[in-house]
C-alpha cells in the first residue's frame, strides 16, 4: 500500500473517533466522569512522549536543531494563538468551560487542531511510517476524551446529540485533508519541519490542557492514579520507541 493511502485511510479513521462521543449517550454519567480524567492522563503522556521520542528526533534528523527549534517553537505557539483569539480550548468535562460557551466556536478550534494534527503526524509518516504511527496512536488517545468532553459541551448547550455527532464528524474530516496537504508538500520540500511543527502541537497540548486537568484533583489516590497512567503512557511510546531502533 503506498503512502498516500496509508495517510488518506489513516486520516479517515482519525476522523471516525469523532463518533465517541456517542458514548455519552450510551454510558452513566457517574462512569463517564470516573473514565474521563483517567483517559486524559494516559493522553497525556502518549501526547509528550510521541513529541519527544517521535516527532522531534525524526524531524531534527531532516533540518537540524536551529530550524528545528524555530519549528517546534512555532508549532507551541501557533496553539497558543488558536486558544487566546478564538477563545477556544480542549474540553474534557462535558460542562462549559473556558471560552466553550459557543457550540460553533468548539467546531471552528476543532477543524483547526485536527487541520494542523493532520500536517504534522502525516509528515512524521512520509518522514518514518514507524514514528508516524506512534503519533497517530498518541493523537487518536488524546482525540477520545476530547470528543467526549466536546460531544457533552454541545448537547449542555441545547445541540441534538444527532446534529453534535454529525458537526464533530465534519469538523474531524480537517485531518485527513492535513494529511494530504503534507503529503503533496512533500513531493516538493522538506518536510522535517512540519513534522517538528506537529510536535510543538503536541507539547503544548500535554502541557497546557492536559497535564493542568490531572493536576487538579486534591484526592492523593486520584492524584496517584493520574501520575501512574501518565507514566504508563509515556512508558507506551518509550517502548514503541526502542522498538524502532
Known amino acids: 500500500m503506498s503512502n498516500l493511502w496509508?495517510?488518506?485511510?489513516?486520516?479517515?479513521?482519525?476522523?471516525?473517533?469523532?463518533?465517541?462521543?456517542?458514548?455519552?449517550l450510551i454510558l452513566p454519567p457517574q462512569w463517564l466522569d470516573r473514565l474521563?480524567?483517567?483517559?486524559?492522563?494516559v493522553a497525556a503522556g502518549t501526547l509528550l512522549g510521541?513529541?519527544?521520542?517521535?516527532?522531534?528526533?525524526?524531524?531534527?534528523?531532516?533540518?537540524?536543531?536551529?530550524?528545528?527549534?524555530?519549528w517546534i517553537t512555532a508549532g507551541f505557539t501557533t496553539f497558543l494563538a488558536l486558544e487566546q483569539f478564538l477563545q477556544w480550548h480542549?474540553?474534557?468535562?462535558?460542562?462549559?468551560?473556558?471560552?466553550?460557551?459557543?457550540?460553533?466556536?468548539?467546531?471552528?478550534?476543532?477543524?483547526?487542531?485536527?487541520?494542523?494534527?493532520?500536517?504534522?503526524?502525516?509528515?512524521?509518516?512520509?518522514?518514518?511510517?514507524?514514528?508516524?504511527?506512534?503519533?497517530?496512536?498518541?493523537?487518536?488517545?488524546?482525540?477520545?476524551?476530547?470528543e467526549l468532553g466536546d460531544f457533552g459541551v454541545l448537547v449542555h448547550g441545547g445541540w441534538p446529540p444527532r446534529s453534535a455527532l454529525?458537526?464533530?464528524?465534519?469538523?474531524?474530516?480537517?485531518?485527513?485533508?492535513?494529511?494530504?496537504?503534507?503529503?503533496?508538500?512533500?513531493?516538493?520540500i522538506n518536510i522535517g519541519g512540519l513534522a517538528l511543527f506537529g510536535a510543538g502541537n503536541f507539547l503544548y497540548i500535554a502541557a497546557s490542557d492536559l497535564i493542568p486537568e490531572i493536576k487538579a484533583p486534591t484526592d492523593p489516590q486520584a492524584a496517584a492514579l493520574h501520575f501512574a497512567l501518565f507514566v504508563a503512557?509515556?512508558?507506551?511510546?518509550?517502548a514503541a520507541a526502542a522498538i524502532s531502533f
Open 50 to 70: 510521541g513529541a519527544m521520542l517521535h516527532m522531534l528526533p525524526h524531524g531534527m534528523a531532516q533540518v537540524g536543531p536551529t530550524a528545528g527549534g524555530f
Open 166 to 188: 454529525m458537526w464533530n464528524f465534519i469538523s474531524a474530516l480537517t485531518f485527513p485533508v492535513g494529511a494530504l496537504l503534507a503529503y503533496a508538500a512533500s513531493q516538493r
Open 233 to 238: 503512557g509515556v512508558g507506551l511510546v518509550a
Open 6 to 24: 496509508w495517510l488518506l485511510g489513516g486520516g479517515l479513521l482519525m476522523s471516525g473517533i469523532a463518533m465517541a462521543g456517542s458514548l455519552a
Open 90 to 146: 480542549h474540553s474534557h468535562r462535558g460542562t462549559p468551560d473556558r471560552g466553550a460557551a459557543s457550540g460553533w466556536l468548539i467546531l471552528v478550534g476543532d477543524a483547526l487542531h485536527n487541520f494542523l494534527g493532520g500536517i504534522g503526524i502525516a509528515s512524521t509518516f512520509l518522514i518514518d511510517p514507524h514514528a508516524g504511527m506512534v503519533a497517530w496512536c498518541a493523537a487518536a488517545a488524546h482525540e477520545v476524551p476530547q
Open 36 to 41: 474521563l480524567l483517567p483517559l486524559v492522563a
